[in-house]
Every structure is written in C-alpha cells, then in structure tokens.
C-alpha cells in the first residue's frame, strides 16, 4: 500500500508508537550497532559516541542492502526474490548478507519496521501541522483515501502474510516485529489523536477501526486487480464511505 497514514492492517498502529525497539531473535538487525570497536591509531581520539570507519562502512552496507532488497521484493514478491539478486543490486556479495541477516525473511523483517517507522516519521510531520482533534481526523482522512492508489507495498506485505500462514515460526516472528512497534496503549493514542469513539454499544474503538479499515482497504485492491467494476473513482469512493463509517461519531 502507499506512503500513507499508516501501513495497512498492522503498520497503521506503528506510526504513533513510541521508540521502535529490535527483538528478532533469529536475525541480525542491529548487529552493526553492537560489534566490537576496532581500535583506532594512536593519536586519533575520537569523541565518545563517534562512530569508527568500520561501523561506517557496515552501516553503509547494511544500508544499501535494505535499499536494494525493498526494489528486489517490490519488484519480484517475496517467495521468488533471490538473496543473489538483492546482493547484486547492492553492489555486495551474498556473504555480506549473512554478515548482517540470517535469512531472506530476516531482511524482510527488518524492512517491515523500516517501512513503519518511515510511514510514522512522515504522518508525525502532517500531525505537527494539526491543531486540533478535528484537523488530525482530517488528516488521517486524506492519507487514508490516498492509500488506495498505492498499493504496492500492501500487496507485498499481505504476500508475506499469506506465506507466514504456511510457516508459524515466520507468523511468530512477524507478531513480534509488530509488538515492538504498536504502542501498549494503543487505544488511548489513537483516541487522543482522532477523537473518542463514542459510547454504546455501537461505539467501535478507534484502535479496531484502524485495523480493520486498512485490512479491507487491502482486500478491496486485491479484488480490483481481477477486473471487474472496482476502478480507481469507485475505490476512491467505497473508501470514503467506509472511513465514514468506521471513524465518524
């Protein structure tokens, strides 16, 4: 899906959690962050903190590795992207890979929070603009109906999902990545940002209406790329009303 207001299904929450953490037990994400210094030559100190050229140069790798790897999938879907091709689009070799991810679905992963934490950098810069509840709602309203003439990053994402169905340890892992970025208070957020709810007991919680409202978002591009009479004005359209409906009190 698009450079929206947030990822559809679960990386809508990221955007309005607190310091994304890293937890990928069976990936080496962050491994840069924690390798040993190497110590430099005498008479170059260094302020503390200060990164030395080695982190430099595997920040710089692991950098280009990610760039290349979200081309490769985008380009060929998860199941057919090659780990050799995403080390050649990088200008690295497959060794530099496993230097820094254990597996096809560790770099995935890591790219699943990389895109989160973009999409919350991005929509934290419309919501600084906002002055009120009703602006923020306003917002999300538009980011909201924008999502549905981008949608490549969705498809992608509901194509690892469907591949985690099959494999529960990847389904186990995803979860995980998703705990690290969706905020244990994730209804109080949303509702501070959009507004309450409502009560009764037809009231939806805004933490639910998120969800749902990316996942069918997702569903409704899916079925539009078998034809039919899902064009992109009447997308727009059902997009629309059902934003009403989930968000409106």
């Excluded at 924690?34 to 050229?53: F, H, S, V, Y």
């Excluded at 140069?57 to 490769?72: D, F, H, N, W």
């Excluded at 591009?221 to 009190?249: C, H, P, S, W, Y």
């Amino acid at each position: 899906m698009p450079e929206s207001l947030a990822e559809v299904t679960q990386e809508c929450p990221a955007i309005f959690s607190g310091q994304s953490r890293r937890v990928f037990s069976s990936s080496r994400m962050g491994q840069n962050m924690m390798a040993p210094r190497t110590p430099d030559r005498p008479g170059t100190p260094r302020k503390p903190g200060t990164p030395n050229k080695h982190e430099l140069r595997t920040a710089e790798t692991r950098e280009r590795l990610l760039k290349a790897a979200e081309q490769v999938f985008l380009r060929d879907g998860y199941e057919r992207a090659e780990l050799g091709e995403i080390a050649k689009l990088a200008g690295r070799t497959k060794g530099a890979i496993y230097a820094q991810f254990e597996s096809k679905e560790a770099i995935f992963l890591a790219l699943v929070e990389m895109h989160a934490l973009r999409r919350r950098g991005k929509v934290q810069k419309h919501l600084n603009a906002s002055a009120s509840t009703r602006e923020n709602l306003a917002t999300f309203r538009k980011d909201f109906l924008a999502s549905v003439n981008d949608e490549t990053w969705g498809l992608l994402l509901l194509e690892f999902k469907l591949y985690s169905l099959r494999h529960p340890d990847a389904q186990d892992r995803l979860k995980r990545v998703y705990e690290t970025i969706i905020p244990s208070n994730e209804e109080a957020v949303y509702a501070s940002l959009l507004g309450s709810p409502g009560r009764g007991k037809a009231a939806l919680g805004r933490a639910p209406a998120v969800h749902a409202g990316f996942a069918m978002l997702t569903g409704l591009t899916v079925e539009a790329r078998f034809g039919g009479k899902l064009d992109a004005q009447t997308m727009e359209k059902i997009a629309a009303r059902l934003f009403e409906a989930l968000f409106d009190r």
